[in-house]
């Protein structure tokens, strides 16, 4: 099987792929290979479109794709990041739901 390193165009982050699933990748998204946690974005952002706008497969790629590299874009490129955050977030807000009455530090 035929390994390649594909590098996600919306976050950098770079994988490992076989030459097939690249391909396909990028098949389904204009020519752009993106990442897991990106086509996972993307494609939900799709269904969204299409079920709110009614748009045409192609149109309604294009934009949440563009979305999509400017929201990666704002989190520095970093998936991992988002991720981190999002766990921080999760936290903080039960820590804060917890210690109503004690001094957080
Ligand atoms: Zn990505």
Not at 50 to 67: I, M, Q
Request: glycine share 10%; charged share 35%; aromatic share 6%.
């Amino acid at each position: 099987m035929e390994i390649e390193s594909a590098k996600c165009e919306c976050c950098g982050l770079r994988e490992d792929c076989t030459g097939e699933y690249i391909a396909g990748v990028k098949a389904e998204f204009g020519g752009r290979w993106l990442c897991g946690l990106c086509s996972e974005a993307v494609r939900d952002e799709v269904a969204k479109a299409r079920r709110k706008k009614k748009k045409s497969g192609s149109e309604g790629l294009e934009e949440a794709v563009r979305d999509h590299m400017s929201y990666c874009g704002k989190f520095g490129n970093n998936p991992a990041f988002r991720v981190a955050d999002g766990m921080r977030q999760m936290l903080r807000r039960r820590a804060s739901d917890i210690s109503t009455s004690s001094a957080a530090s």
